[in-house]
């Protein structure tokens, strides 16, 4: 049935229609005539109206429109001030025509008008002119090339950046350095996480359907708050469209490992098809009632009836292909007086199952194991997204607008592990099934306001409010015992956490407020040549975050005598923990419930921070130098509230307070070379806050089978200093080469270790000192330009690359031992998720075939990344790296005429094993591995 699946798949896809490769091409020149002299007009736009088609002119004022169908157009040239020309062009088939245009001036509209359009900053293009023009380092990548490279997440699109990877998916890592070294805003504002391990939200949260572009920002600017050193992700959502439209799109989804096969979980209700739980995971109202304070324990409450009103077990049904769906519709209404109010909205709903078997396993110094697990997990996760945007024009320059993003994002997840347990010290067999719900609500406004003569005065504003919620309801996990070494197994009564059921709430509340004013003026000059400007721009910025971190366990006490009635005296069934854990056996009294007592459960954090900026950019040489220098000063105040766990619950809250004030200077510099490449540097200082959890010096186990977690309340602000050399070649539109050197040196780095504990335990401690140094690479080329060939298949070929190579290294300090003895392996090592190199390349073959609206294109894109440590050894147990990956991706996206699309995605086509691996003296031990799948996407879509 899955090959049938797949069959069906591809052959919608390249069934689509025939092809014609006799198409035309047009070439030329745009100039103007400057007393008697042709001089090149760049960026002019070129277009022909009947085939959608068009381009911008290189900086000598060429273009080149290949693949056009034979046939009468009307060929339209344009640029701002100057008069717009209308040329009637015939093409036959397989012509090459070259048509010049000589623009002129129209000093009417100069005087008169001002030329009003909307920039697409979905378009690679003119986000290549901004980067170029700019006067600080910065990187984009828009919607039209998030498409191209089949990408459906935020998450998934930063992987095609340079020198950015993912670390199981979510963990950011940007040169070397991971999530407390990055920040994630969505226009401009902070946005909350409702992840509470992570301090960027997870951003396979954030679907591209509502990215209209995503800024990654490497150098420190002053502007924004000063906690990142590796990058600032800025999500630029979509905003009112030019002209009214509604879309419509449905996807569908299989996977080698999963679909049709074997899928065991929790029986579900509707809602949570949908990603909501609904009412059946509830804590029950008796236990939820009686309060933590007195501890939930039915032997001491007389009469107790049963609490629960769902069972155990889970179904074992087959993995169905994926659903998507969505839809989009945006509009703008001219309200004259260059006035106008548009409004874009986006709502999508996706579900997927994954399956993944593997092994899992913690050794010893002498590669004898500790646990020693083959598992499988079950995967059911959906992701909603509600998306809008409302965007008055009051005038040219004057402009407010309203977002609003909610996303709601589930997991119902069955893990089963079966294998050795040294502690235990029998064979076992554990399940454990917990549901996770991740909600989000951004509400933003931005406003945008130009003054005085020549728009030289500009105010920009941006104020949010964030709230996150994160829940596990009704986490149920029972653990059995192989007792006699002969393959059956015994519930665990050794452990009386072992068997139990769990809930969890974190809420955070995020208030983000940014005000800049920005002055222009002319001051080498009198004239007003743009080249002569400078700017100054200054600001402040307010945040304040607070979290609410709350859990409960409730622990099944079984009877363990060993005689013929007591049912847990039997050899159990794992699949069926309801035969057990019923009713019946609880009004028998052969088990109890007991509520585990924990004070340090619950704790409150909070963050608040105020800062103000100021920024100088001018050119100490016309036009060619430009230098920045920037400063910011922060005042931070980080508090936790928060008991251990031999506080008593009526007594008082423990507090631990973080309080900071810092200058982070900025000095940054521009040469510009010549027109088409320029020579960028930038050096700065920043500082990482501890994360709340880090912070809390309470103790929490993330997953079965896993270390055993404690925050540590000595924590203090790490600081970092960057450096960044930068070349940036633009030899034609939509091109670019460029070579980055980089340098960071970390101060007090926050660092997670392993600690020689009774169990494994693993905290968080200020270390001495850190480096990551390399370089960057980044190559994109229209291949007929790149072999210079005319042929118009060939310049419809477009290539992309990137590359980077990282040293880095972090020294340990053994001295803090106020959470135990610091034993790690290694003083001396890289940093923690740093690869060594990373590398992205594509190749996209563009085809025009039967009507003028019909396109398809063939993408073929290939990542690799260098192993990386994910845990550090103690006791000479040798560090844990995650093994090189290799990924390839087959993305077919066709346009069938004006309304209709059709995509076919094949993802991870090699299904390489995802594995961790020790290396020991005598040989390498795999302590965890798994693999995903190849994925076959299909998605079609209707616009109009």
Same mark, same amino acid.
């Given at each position: 049935?899955?090959?049938?699946?797949?069959?069906?798949?591809?052959?919608?896809?390249?069934?689509?229609?025939?092809?014609?490769?006799?198409?035309?091409?047009?070439?030329?020149?745009?100039?103007?005539?400057?007393?008697?002299?042709?001089?090149?007009?760049?960026?002019?736009?070129?277009?022909?109206?009947?085939?959608?088609?068009?381009?911008?002119?290189?900086?000598?004022?060429?273009?080149?429109?290949?693949?056009?169908?034979?046939?009468?157009?009307?060929?339209?040239?344009?640029?701002?001030?100057?008069?717009?020309?209308?040329?009637?062009?015939?093409?036959?088939?397989?012509?090459?025509?070259?048509?010049?245009?000589?623009?002129?001036?129209?000093?009417?509209?100069?005087?008169?008008?001002?030329?009003?359009?909307?920039?697409?900053?979905?378009?690679?293009?003119?986000?290549?002119?901004?980067?170029?023009?700019?006067?600080?380092?910065?990187?984009?990548?828009?919607?039209?090339?998030?498409?191209?490279?089949?990408?459906?997440?935020?998450?998934?699109?930063?992987?095609?950046?340079?020198?950015?990877?993912?670390?199981?998916?979510?963990?950011?890592?940007?040169?070397?350095?991971?999530?407390?070294?990055?920040?994630?805003?969505?226009?401009?504002?902070?946005?909350?996480?409702?992840?509470?391990?992570?301090?960027?939200?997870?951003?396979?949260?954030?679907?591209?359907?509502?990215?209209?572009?995503?800024?990654?920002?490497?150098?420190?600017?002053?502007?924004?708050?000063?906690?990142?050193?590796?990058?600032?992700?800025?999500?630029?959502?979509?905003?009112?469209?030019?002209?009214?439209?509604?879309?419509?799109?449905?996807?569908?989804?299989?996977?080698?490992?999963?679909?049709?096969?074997?899928?065991?979980?929790?029986?579900?209700?509707?809602?949570?098809?949908?990603?909501?739980?609904?009412?059946?995971?509830?804590?029950?109202?008796?236990?939820?009632?009686?309060?933590?304070?007195?501890?939930?324990?039915?032997?001491?409450?007389?009469?107790?009836?049963?609490?629960?009103?769902?069972?155990?077990?889970?179904?074992?049904?087959?993995?169905?292909?994926?659903?998507?769906?969505?839809?989009?519709?945006?509009?703008?209404?001219?309200?004259?007086?260059?006035?106008?109010?548009?409004?874009?909205?986006?709502?999508?709903?996706?579900?997927?199952?994954?399956?993944?078997?593997?092994?899992?396993?913690?050794?010893?110094?002498?590669?004898?194991?500790?646990?020693?697990?083959?598992?499988?997990?079950?995967?059911?996760?959906?992701?909603?997204?509600?998306?809008?945007?409302?965007?008055?024009?009051?005038?040219?320059?004057?402009?407010?607008?309203?977002?609003?993003?909610?996303?709601?994002?589930?997991?119902?997840?069955?893990?089963?592990?079966?294998?050795?347990?040294?502690?235990?010290?029998?064979?076992?067999?554990?399940?454990?099934?917990?549901?996770?719900?991740?909600?989000?609500?951004?509400?933003?406004?931005?406003?945008?306001?130009?003054?005085?003569?020549?728009?030289?005065?500009?105010?920009?504003?941006?104020?949010?409010?964030?709230?996150?919620?994160?829940?596990?309801?009704?986490?149920?996990?029972?653990?059995?015992?192989?007792?006699?070494?002969?393959?059956?197994?015994?519930?665990?009564?050794?452990?009386?956490?072992?068997?139990?059921?769990?809930?969890?709430?974190?809420?955070?509340?995020?208030?983000?407020?940014?005000?800049?004013?920005?002055?222009?003026?002319?001051?080498?000059?009198?004239?007003?040549?743009?080249?002569?400007?400078?700017?100054?721009?200054?600001?402040?910025?307010?945040?304040?975050?607070?979290?609410?971190?709350?859990?409960?366990?409730?622990?099944?006490?079984?009877?363990?005598?060993?005689?013929?009635?007591?049912?847990?005296?039997?050899?159990?069934?794992?699949?069926?923990?309801?035969?057990?854990?019923?009713?019946?056996?609880?009004?028998?009294?052969?088990?109890?419930?007991?509520?585990?007592?924990?004070?340090?459960?619950?704790?409150?954090?909070?963050?608040?921070?105020?800062?103000?900026?100021?920024?100088?950019?001018?050119?100490?040489?016309?036009?060619?130098?430009?230098?920045?220098?920037?400063?910011?000063?922060?005042?931070?105040?980080?508090?936790?509230?928060?008991? &251990?766990?031999?506080?008593?619950? %009526? /007594?008082?809250?423990? *507090?631990? $307070?973080?309080?900071?004030? !810092? +200058?982070?200077?900025?000095?940054?510099?521009?040469?510009?070379?010549?027109?088409?490449?320029?020579?960028?540097?930038?050096?700065?200082?920043?500082?990482?806050?501890?994360?709340?959890?880090?912070?809390?010096?309470?103790?929490?186990?993330?997953?079965?089978?896993?270390?055993?977690?404690?925050?540590?309340?000595?924590?203090?602000?790490?600081?970092?200093?960057?450096?960044?050399?930068?070349?940036?070649?633009?030899?034609?539109?939509?091109?670019?080469?460029?070579?980055?050197?980089?340098?960071?040196?970390?101060?007090?780095?926050?660092?997670?270790?392993?600690?020689?504990?009774?169990?494994?335990?693993?905290?968080?401690?200020? &270390?001495?000192?850190?480096?990551? %140094? /390399?370089?960057?690479? *980044?190559? $994109?080329?229209?291949?007929? !330009? +790149?072999?210079?060939?005319?042929?118009?298949?060939?310049?419809?070929?477009?290539?992309?690359?990137?590359?980077?190579?990282?040293?880095?290294?972090?020294?340990?300090?053994?001295?803090?031992?106020?959470?135990?003895?610091?034993?790690?392996?290694?003083?001396?090592?890289?940093?923690?998720?740093?690869?060594?190199?990373?590398?992205?390349?594509?190749?996209?073959?563009?085809?025009?075939?039967?009507?003028?609206?019909?396109?398809?294109?063939?993408?073929?894109?290939?990542?690799?990344?260098?192993?990386?440590?994910?845990?550090?050894?103690?006791?000479?147990?040798?560090?844990?790296?995650?093994?090189?990956?290799?990924?390839?991706?087959?993305?077919?996206?066709?346009?069938? /005429?004006?309304?209709?699309?059709?995509?076919?995605?094949?993802? !991870?086509?090699?299904?390489?094993?995802?594995?961790?691996?020790?290396?020991?003296?005598?040989?390498?031990?795999?302590?965890?591995?798994?693999?995903?799948?190849?994925?076959?996407?299909?998605?079609?879509?209707?616009?109009?």
């Amino acid at each position: 049935m899955l090959k049938q699946y797949i069959f069906i798949l591809i052959s919608l896809a390249l069934g689509a229609g025939s092809l014609n490769a006799q198409n035309a091409k047009l070439t030329g020149t745009i100039s103007e005539d400057v007393e008697g002299v042709a001089q090149a007009v760049p960026f002019a736009n070129v277009a022909i109206l009947e085939s959608m088609q068009g381009t911008t002119t290189d900086f000598d004022g060429n273009y080149t429109i290949n693949n056009i169908i034979p046939g009468q157009y009307t060929m339209v040239v344009s640029f701002m001030g100057y008069k717009a020309d209308t040329i009637r062009v015939d093409f036959e088939s397989g012509e090459s025509k070259k048509q010049n245009v000589a623009m002129v001036k129209n000093m009417q509209l100069l005087k008169e008008f001002e030329v009003e359009a909307k920039v697409n900053r979905e378009s690679a293009n003119i986000l290549l002119l901004e980067q170029k023009n700019a006067s600080e380092i910065k990187q984009s990548i828009g919607a039209q090339e998030l498409s191209n490279k089949g990408v459906s997440d935020v998450a998934d699109g930063l992987t095609k950046v340079t020198g950015i990877t993912m670390v199981e998916g979510r963990d950011l890592f940007v040169r070397g350095l991971g999530d407390r070294y990055n920040m994630a805003t969505f226009n401009g504002g902070l946005i909350a996480s409702p992840n509470p391990d992570l301090k960027v939200i997870p951003l396979d949260l954030i679907p591209t359907d509502i990215v209209q572009s995503i800024s990654i920002d490497k150098v420190y600017m002053p502007r924004y708050f000063a906690d990142y050193a590796g990058a600032r992700i800025d999500i630029v959502s979509k905003d009112y469209p030019e002209k009214p439209f509604l879309k419509a799109e449905l996807n569908t989804s299989i996977n080698s490992r999963t679909t049709f096969k074997d899928f065991r979980n929790r029986p579900d209700g509707k809602k949570e098809f949908l990603g909501y739980d609904g009412t059946n995971r509830d804590m029950p109202a008796v236990i939820e009632k009686y309060g933590k304070n007195n501890g939930y324990e039915t032997s001491k409450i007389e009469d107790q009836d049963y609490p629960y009103t769902t069972g155990l077990n889970q179904t074992n049904r087959q993995a169905m292909p994926t659903t998507g769906l969505l839809i989009a519709q945006g509009n703008y209404k001219d309200l004259g007086s260059k006035s106008g109010l548009g409004f874009s909205v986006v709502g999508s709903f996706d579900n997927k199952y994954q399956t993944k078997e593997g092994v899992d396993r913690v050794l010893k110094k002498d590669r004898a194991a500790n646990t020693d697990y083959t598992y499988t997990a079950h995967e059911y996760t959906t992701n909603t997204t509600l998306y809008g945007n409302l965007f008055y024009k009051i005038n040219r320059t004057n402009s407010v607008s309203y977002n609003v993003l909610f996303i709601n994002s589930s997991e119902n997840n069955s893990t089963t592990h079966e294998g050795f347990n040294n502690d235990q010290g029998y064979d076992l067999i554990t399940v454990r099934n917990p549901f996770f719900q991740d909600q989000m609500m951004n509400h933003q406004m931005v406003g945008k306001h130009l003054f005085g003569d020549q728009d030289k005065l500009a105010v920009n504003w941006n104020a949010s409010y964030s709230k996150a919620t994160n829940k596990e309801k009704d986490r149920i996990q029972n653990v059995w015992l192989d007792l006699e070494d002969d393959n059956n197994y015994y519930y665990n009564t050794l452990d009386v956490a072992s068997n139990h059921r769990f809930w969890s709430g974190l809420e955070e509340n995020q208030v983000n407020v940014n005000g800049e004013v920005a002055y222009k003026f002319n001051y080498l000059s009198k004239s007003n040549d743009n080249s002569n400007q400078g700017r100054v721009y200054g600001g402040a910025s307010f945040l304040s975050k607070a979290r609410d971190y709350d859990w409960r366990q409730v622990n099944y006490r079984i009877d363990n005598t060993l005689n013929s009635d007591n049912p847990f005296g039997q050899v159990a069934d794992p699949l069926n923990p309801d035969n057990e854990l019923n009713q019946k056996n609880y009004e028998e009294g052969w088990y109890d419930f007991k509520e585990q007592k924990d004070p340090s459960s619950k704790y409150f954090a909070s963050l608040d921070i105020v800062g103000a900026y100021a920024n100088f950019d001018y050119y100490l040489v016309p036009s060619r130098f430009q230098l920045q220098l920037g400063v910011r000063v922060e005042q931070s105040t980080q508090t936790i509230r928060y008991k &251990t766990l031999s506080d008593l619950y %009526a /007594g008082p809250y423990r *507090e631990n $307070t973080l309080d900071t004030i !810092n +200058l982070f200077p900025v000095l940054g510099g521009k040469l510009v070379i010549n027109n088409e490449s320029n020579l960028r540097f930038s050096f700065s200082q920043t500082t990482s806050r501890p994360m709340f959890r880090e912070f809390a010096p309470i103790q929490y186990l993330p997953y079965f089978g896993g270390i055993q977690e404690e925050g540590n309340a000595n924590l203090k602000n790490g600081y970092s200093y960057n450096g960044d050399l930068k070349y940036e070649l633009f030899p034609e539109i939509g091109e670019k080469f460029t070579f980055t050197v980089f340098g960071k040196y970390l101060y007090n780095p926050i660092e997670r270790i392993r600690m020689e504990a009774a169990t494994p335990l693993a905290t968080y401690i200020n &270390t001495d000192n850190a480096v990551a %140094a /390399g370089f960057e690479v *980044e190559y $994109t080329k229209n291949f007929g !330009n +790149l072999i210079k060939a005319d042929s118009g298949w060939t310049r419809n070929i477009f290539v992309g690359a990137n590359f980077s190579w990282l040293y880095s290294r972090i020294i340990i300090d053994t001295t803090d031992k106020s959470k135990g003895t610091i034993n790690v392996t290694n003083l001396d090592r890289p940093l923690q998720g740093a690869s060594p190199f990373l590398a992205n390349a594509d190749i996209t073959y563009r085809l025009n075939w039967n009507e003028r609206t019909n396109q398809t294109d063939f993408t073929l894109s290939y990542n690799v990344f260098g192993k990386r440590i994910t845990d550090a050894g103690i006791l000479g147990i040798p560090d844990t790296y995650e093994m090189s990956v290799n990924t390839v991706d087959f993305i077919l996206r066709n346009r069938l /005429g004006k309304n209709f699309s059709l995509d076919l995605k094949v993802m !991870n086509i090699l299904d390489p094993e995802i594995r961790k691996e020790q290396s020991f003296v005598d040989g390498n031990e795999v302590v965890n591995s798994y693999q995903r799948g190849v994925a076959f996407a299909l998605k079609l879509g209707y616009s109009f």
